[in-house]
């Protein structure tokens, strides 16, 4: 959830291994695998690689679409933490080789599609979004879309574009602040780097690749209390442009006559530390001075697990929103993960994940560029005979429904006070619907109602709240979204606590019920609004 306010709406127009560069067609990942709810192989440092991976089949319904007692039984919380693991940047966090061995297409938005119902696709853009989506075999233009959307960015450190600097015999990285961040939770972590790189090949040709140094590489260290004798009354209060520089490394009398000699014939050599470059260089298996451009986050290190006495929660980083992006994936590709499962549904199940939701999500690659609708209209003109006119999409979108999925503020035991005395979600419970009366959340009285209906019919709790009067409210994609074309918006979250911290708290319950009540949502969502008349 972005702590900034969103000034306008906009107008549409007419995963990983470590340190591993994606390839075209990978191998899936083990973290859309299917596991029991045996903890025991989870706690603590779950990125080690020493937890067996479950081989239970993927999750199916029962014929009348709702959740069987054998799912029941199963917990995606594993796989959750992989992928947490996994996607250190918004640019891992698409999941496209996961999808792909899911048996969904990948389509590219600058050629012409081939779709048809039963088929499962999905593209992305700028590799920090993405839309994936399943067609139903009874599909006829006009039925309508069940959408979930979140965000995969999360606020962070980023390299500058010119990123080098030194301080009394230290190498140092200069960084930007994205979005609203605990900065001061950045401070004595090890740190260490992710993102993409553009790379030029031998033939003068140029490619996109991830990378991820899993390393501590990074920190930025507080000041010994000795020299800081106010800060406990005082309050910690860094100068985010002159005190919140990662330190590299003690700067070197000279360098290596060869690195010099790389690194001089680099595009970017006289932006970033040579040792910074050769150590892409060395994780990419490049030259040096073939790397064109990067663009990295600064991220930490320590892997997402869970804690607590009876491991009921989950530490991690980038929690809001991967947590939700995860969970809307996760629920997509089981509920069509067969042919049978798509074979009397009459809409389209779809999942829309944004990049810069935490900076206001007006960017290419945002919610307030028209990606998902213009998507939309793409797929109806596609599976349209004859060719089909704008009262398709019209009616395609009076029939649909959003799910704006971005994590909730969990009532905090000792800060009791900042939640309405009625509207307190906790951990454990449940997704919360979020209301706000000045619509900075999408939620309304009838879309509420559907939502709820999902849960109840399958015996899932829910939470609901309301920030206080006198408080300011966040916001999410979920305005944005449904004044986009007017589409029916609820919004909710998983509750959560420690929100934009470098290291934050979630329920691991809450995981398993947020994805069977996506799941419920696109197998049963039909149903329960054919049942529900409005404006007739």
Not at 333 to 346: G, K, R, T, V, W
Not at 372 to 394: D, K, S, T
Not at 482 to 492: E, F, K, L, M, Q
């Amino acid at each position: 959830m972005a702590s900034i306010g969103r000034f306008h709406l906009f107008q549409p127009s007419p995963l990983l291994k470590p340190s591993a560069i994606l390839s075209k067609h990978p191998l899936a990942s083990p973290f859309f695998t299917t596991r029991t709810n045996d903890n025991s192989n989870l706690r603590h440092n779950i990125g080690g690689g020493g937890r067996k991976l479950s081989t239970t089949p993927p999750l199916r319904s029962n014929s009348e679409g709702s959740i069987s007692s054998t799912q029941s039984s199963m917990s995606i919380v594993g796989d959750l933490l992989d992928y947490l693991n996994e996607s250190w940047t918004q640019f891992h966090a698409t999941a496209k080789r996961q999808l792909v061995a899911a048996g969904f297409h990948l389509l590219n938005e600058n050629e012409e599609w081939k779709l048809k119902p039963g088929g499962r696709y999905f593209f992305t853009r700028n590799m920090s979004s993405l839309v994936a989506f399943a067609i139903g075999e009874k599909y006829s233009i006009g039925n309508g879309f069940h959408v979930i959307a979140a965000h995969t960015d999360s606020p962070c450190l980023k390299l500058k574009p010119k990123s080098a600097s030194s301080k009394s015999g230290y190498l140092m990285v200069n960084v930007q602040t994205y979005g609203g961040g605990l900065w001061h939770t950045w401070f004595d972590r090890d740190l260490s780097l992710a993102g993409r790189v553009i790379v030029r090949a031998d033939d003068g040709s140029f490619s996109h690749k991830l990378v991820k140094i899993k390393r501590p590489l990074l920190r930025v260290p507080t000041l010994a209390i000795h020299l800081d004798r106010t800060v406990n009354t005082d309050g910690f209060k860094p100068n985010l442009e002159t005190q919140l520089i990662p330190l590299l490394a003690i700067q070197a009398d000279k360098t290596a006559p060869e690195l010099d000699d790389k690194i001089s014939s680099s595009p970017l050599k006289d932006a970033h530390h040579q040792l910074l470059m050769k150590i892409l260089s060395d994780e990419l298996c490049c030259k040096v001075q073939d790397i064109a451009s990067i663009e990295l986050n600064v991220c930490d290190t320590q892997p997402s697990c869970l804690g607590g006495a009876n491991d009921e929660f989950i530490f991690s980083g980038r929690l809001d929103n991967l947590a939700s992006s995860f969970c809307a994936l996760r629920g997509l590709i089981d509920s069509c993960a067969s042919p049978e499962d798509l074979a009397n549904e009459h809409s389209i199940r779809m999942v829309a994940l944004f990049d810069n939701e935490e900076v206001g999500s007006d960017s290419y690659q945002g919610a307030g560029a028209p990606t998902m609708f213009e998507a939309m209209r793409r797929i109806i003109a596609c599976l349209g005979e004859p060719p089909v006119g704008e009262c398709g999409f019209a009616r395609a979108i009076r029939h649909s429904f959003l799910v704006s999925a971005d994590m909730a503020h969990g009532v905090h035991p000792n800060f009791m006070d900042k939640h309405e005395e009625n509207h307190r979600p906790v951990l454990q419970k449940g997704l919360v619907i979020k209301h706000n009366a000045n619509q900075r959340y999408a939620t309304s009285g009838i879309t509420s109602f559907l939502f709820k209906e999902v849960a109840k019919l399958h015996n899932l709790p829910i939470q609901e709240f309301v920030v206080r009067n006198d408080m300011g409210c966040g916001s999410t994609i979920g305005p944005i979204l449904a004044a986009g074309v007017g589409i029916r918006t609820v919004d909710c979250g998983i509750p959560q606590l420690s929100m934009h911290s470098v290291r934050e708290i979630c329920g691991k319950e809450d995981i398993d019920i947020a994805y069977k009540h996506f799941m419920a949502f696109y197998r049963t969502f039909s149903s329960i609004d054919k049942r529900l008349k409005v404006d007739f």
